[in-house]
């Protein structure tokens, strides 16, 4: 998947954008190497990368009024493996998975995934 998703509510990612103020630039997640940073001291930006896929996660405005901006993501690689790492609850990753530009099969695929 390779286009941008902007979601209107936060479904957990925004705990994910956070975590940048409880590590370093750099860390490990759960096996993932992760980043937080903002771009330009106005957005925020969270990556996840290693051999299977790759996520990002923006927030525009994040040093300013976020609560009507959506965050955008982007998955490349295997989004069922990184719909099954990402560390947000079940039901935020069904709300995920309901706005990828998926077929139903591909959808059904991935919420038995997680």
């Known amino acids: 998947m390779t286009d941008w998703i902007a979601l ?3 479904h957990g ?3 994910l954008l956070l975590t940048g103020d409880e590590h370093e630039p750099s860390f490990d997640l759960n096996g993932v190497k992760c980043a937080v940073a903002d771009i330009a001291g106005r957005d925020a930006r969270f990556e996840a990368v290693c051999s299977h896929f790759g996520f990002a ?3 525009p405005g994040w040093y300013g009024d976020y609560t009507t901006t959506p965050i955008h993501i982007l998955i490349v690689g295997d989004v069922r493996a990184c719909l099954q790492w990402l560390p947000i609850s079940r039901d935020d990753k069904c709300a995920l998975i ?3 530009p998926f077929d139903e099969i591909d959808k059904t695929m991935c919420r038995l995934s997680v």
């Open 8 to 10: 209107t509510e936060f």
């Open 13 to 15: 990612l925004l705990g």
């Open 57 to 59: 996660a923006v927030l």
């Open 98 to 100: 309901d706005r990828l």
